[in-house]
């Protein structure tokens, strides 16, 4: 029986929200209309439009809303001026109003279904933002098992890092140690294998072939870790350079284990159509 893939972003953000506990990681989410735009810029700052069907990262933008004061007036009233910034890929769009950005969101997307998401403030490495990548699969016993958790570091001026824009892999505690002591870190990384255990549990209830997930959790500026996506078709033989070989090993044989790839050739064994 084939593994089940689940490519809509919206569907796996609905199937989380409904766990309480996980539910507290998820920044907020909507569909992207202009009064969504209008109203999570307003209160973030910062957002990000994605494709609700989408990977590798592409058709990511970034919105910025931007204010400075004005001169006072001669009855010395301070008044301020707004301005928008939009970053896709490597370029950046600047407009006076929301309308206007609005415009060329909506010529971008068209008709496509897209998201509009909570911006997070990234930890940076480098003076690049890096995310951080919890893979949890199906182990042989039948039980769900965070296998690997890595960072990935943006490409500069890139506004995700994923590796297919460019970002680069990074180890776990080369990342964090800037930012928290040992034991902090120890307490972090058990913290996200316990969620992407749950997060898997959470989606199997809905989706009972899943075997495996890939969570893209975001640390902000007080390390508080946030659900950016969820992955159901993680990558993994990406993860084959890594020093650890046997990690690497037990990974990949889960992954034959649950049927991804063939355990006589080791290619990937065909999967249907997405959930």
Not at 17 to 42: C, G, I, K, S, W
Not at 49 to 69: F, H, Q, S, W
Request: proline residues 7%; without cysteine.
């Amino acid at each position: 029986m084939s593994i089940q893939r689940v490519s809509s972003k919206w569907t796996k953000t609905n199937a989380i929200l409904p766990n309480p506990t996980l539910a507290a990681y998820v920044p907020e989410t909507r569909l992207y209309t202009f009064d969504h735009l209008n109203e999570m810029l307003a209160v973030y700052g910062t957002v990000y439009i994605k494709p609700d069907n989408g990977t590798y990262g592409k058709g990511v933008m970034r919105a910025e809303r931007l204010t400075e004061p004005l001169p006072p007036t001669e009855e010395g009233i301070i008044e301020e001026r707004t301005w928008y910034v939009l970053r896709y890929e490597v370029d950046i769009f600047t407009f006076e109003s929301l309308e206007d950005l609005h415009r060329v969101v909506s010529s971008r997307i068209r008709k496509r279904p897209y998201l509009i998401q909570r911006g997070i403030p990234l930890l940076q490495h480098e003076e690049r933002p890096f995310d951080l990548r919890v893979l949890t699969q199906m182990n042989l016993r039948h039980q769900w098992e965070t296998t690997l958790i890595v960072g990935r570091v943006a490409a500069p001026d890139k506004v995700v890092t994923n590796h297919h824009s460019g970002g680069t892999t990074r180890f776990f505690n080369e990342l964090v140690a800037p930012y928290m002591d040992v034991k902090e870190a120890v307490r972090l990384e058990q913290k996200l294998s316990k969620m992407g255990e749950r997060v898997a549990w959470q989606l199997q209830k809905k989706y009972p072939r899943l075997r495996e997930i890939g969570l893209d959790v975001g640390l902000d500026q007080q390390n508080y870790p946030w659900i950016l996506e969820v992955n159901t078709r993680p990558a993994i033989k990406v993860f084959s350079s890594l020093p650890n070989k046997s990690l690497y090993h037990k990974i990949f044989r889960y992954a034959v284990g649950y049927g991804r790839y063939s355990p006589s050739t080791g290619k990937p064994v065909r999967s249907k159509k997405k959930a």
